[in-house]
Protein backbone atom coordinates (compact mmCIF):
# COMPACT_ATOMS: atom_id res chain seq x y z
CA UNK A 1 0.00 0.00 0.00
CA UNK A 2 1.16 3.43 -1.22
CA UNK A 3 1.50 6.84 1.13
CA UNK A 4 -1.56 8.06 -0.49
CA UNK A 5 -3.92 4.87 -0.52
CA UNK A 6 -3.01 4.74 3.40
CA UNK A 7 -3.22 8.42 3.82
CA UNK A 8 -7.00 8.09 1.88
CA UNK A 9 -8.64 4.75 3.84
CA UNK A 10 -7.15 6.69 7.01
CA UNK A 11 -9.32 10.08 5.99
CA UNK A 12 -12.44 7.70 4.92
CA UNK A 13 -12.64 6.77 8.48
CA UNK A 14 -12.43 10.32 10.29
CA UNK A 15 -14.83 12.23 7.38
CA UNK A 16 -18.21 11.86 6.77
CA UNK A 17 -21.21 13.97 4.88
CA UNK A 18 -21.25 16.09 8.13
CA UNK A 19 -17.54 17.26 7.98
CA UNK A 20 -15.73 20.53 7.04
CA UNK A 21 -12.42 20.25 5.55
CA UNK A 22 -9.47 22.52 4.39
CA UNK A 23 -6.92 21.39 1.79
CA UNK A 24 -4.09 24.23 2.32
CA UNK A 25 -2.16 23.59 -1.28
CA UNK A 26 -4.92 22.33 -3.79
CA UNK A 27 -2.39 22.02 -6.51
CA UNK A 28 -4.31 20.30 -9.39
CA UNK A 29 -7.33 19.52 -7.33
CA UNK A 30 -6.70 15.47 -6.62
CA UNK A 31 -7.19 16.04 -2.70
CA UNK A 32 -9.88 18.40 -2.94
CA UNK A 33 -11.90 15.98 -5.29
CA UNK A 34 -11.21 13.55 -2.59
CA UNK A 35 -12.49 15.31 -0.16
CA UNK A 36 -15.67 17.14 -1.87
CA UNK A 37 -16.73 13.29 -2.71
CA UNK A 38 -16.57 12.31 1.40
CA UNK A 39 -17.59 15.86 3.37
CA UNK A 40 -20.24 18.44 3.82
CA UNK A 41 -17.95 21.36 2.55
CA UNK A 42 -14.33 22.13 1.40
CA UNK A 43 -12.39 24.89 1.62
CA UNK A 44 -9.02 24.91 -0.59
CA UNK A 45 -5.65 27.31 -0.55
CA UNK A 46 -3.52 28.04 -3.38
CA UNK A 47 -1.41 30.90 -4.45
CA UNK A 48 -1.22 29.67 -7.98
CA UNK A 49 -3.67 30.85 -10.38
CA UNK A 50 -2.98 28.11 -12.44
CA UNK A 51 -3.99 25.17 -9.58
CA UNK A 52 -7.28 27.16 -9.14
CA UNK A 53 -8.52 26.63 -12.71
CA UNK A 54 -6.91 23.12 -12.50
CA UNK A 55 -8.83 22.34 -9.54
CA UNK A 56 -12.37 24.08 -10.75
CA UNK A 57 -12.14 21.75 -13.93
CA UNK A 58 -11.79 18.80 -11.60
CA UNK A 59 -14.70 19.57 -9.36
CA UNK A 60 -17.01 20.36 -12.39
CA UNK A 61 -19.96 18.27 -11.09
CA UNK A 62 -19.71 19.17 -7.30
CA UNK A 63 -20.54 22.63 -5.50
CA UNK A 64 -19.48 22.02 -1.98
CA UNK A 65 -16.44 23.89 -1.84
CA UNK A 66 -14.50 26.93 -2.24
CA UNK A 67 -11.38 27.63 -3.59
CA UNK A 68 -9.50 30.43 -1.98
CA UNK A 69 -6.46 32.28 -3.77
CA UNK A 70 -4.22 32.99 -1.29
CA UNK A 71 -1.72 31.13 1.19
CA UNK A 72 -2.86 28.97 4.21
CA UNK A 73 -1.60 31.02 6.61
CA UNK A 74 -4.04 33.50 5.96
CA UNK A 75 -6.86 30.74 6.76
CA UNK A 76 -7.83 32.79 9.92
CA UNK A 77 -9.02 35.94 7.05
CA UNK A 78 -11.53 33.23 5.40
CA UNK A 79 -12.54 30.39 7.97
CA UNK A 80 -13.61 30.61 11.31
CA UNK A 81 -12.69 28.43 13.98
CA UNK A 82 -17.47 28.43 14.24
CA UNK A 83 -17.52 27.92 10.59
CA UNK A 84 -15.24 24.76 10.63
CA UNK A 85 -16.51 23.19 14.13
CA UNK A 86 -20.39 23.76 12.81
Known sequence: MNNTTYVQLYAKSLIDKDSICVDMTMGNGNDTLFLCRLSKKVYAFDISKKAIENTKKRLK?????????????????????????S
Open 61 to 85: DYDNYELIHDSHSNIDKYIGYFQLN
